[in-house]
C-alpha cells in the first residue's frame, strides 16, 4: 500500500477550552499508488480534517499515517509529496481551473508540455 491510515483520530479543544470535539474516529485507509479516491460525507464528518492531516496541515492525536511505508506524522506539509484541493474549486478565484489545476505543477517547475498532458488528464475525468 502507498498511503495507509491506521486507526487515526483527531480531537479538538472545545469552545473555550471546555471540553474535546472529535473530528476523525477511528479512521483506516487503505491506498495504492495511482489510484483515485473521493471522500464524500456530510459536513462535519470530518474529510477536511483527514485531508489537512494527509497534507500535513493537522496532525493526528492518535494513529499513524504512512506513505509508501513510512510513518509521516510529524513531517511538515513542504516535506510530504502531494497537494490537496479544497472545497472551493479555485485555489485562486481569478484563474481558470485550468491554471489553478496547473499551479502545482508550475510550482515545480515541470516543463510546461508535461503540464498541459497532465492538467488535460485529470481534467478528462471530471465534467
Known sequence: MYLVLEDVYKV???????GEVTAVNNVSL????????TLLGPSGCGK????RMIAGFEFPTSGNI?????????????????SMVFQSYAIFPHL???????YGLRVKRLPKAEIDERVAR???LVE
Open 12 to 18: 479538538f479543544a472545545g469552545r473555550g477550552g471546555v
Open 30 to 37: 487503505h491506498i495504492e499508488k495511482g489510484e483515485f479516491v
Open 48 to 51: 477536511t480534517t483527514t485531508l
Open 66 to 82: 504512512r506513505l509508501d511505508g513510512t510513518i509521516i506524522n510529524d513531517l511538515p506539509p513542504h516535506k510530504r509529496d502531494m
Open 96 to 102: 481558470t481551473v485550468f491554471e489553478n489545476v496547473a
Open 122 to 124: 485529470v481534467l478528462g
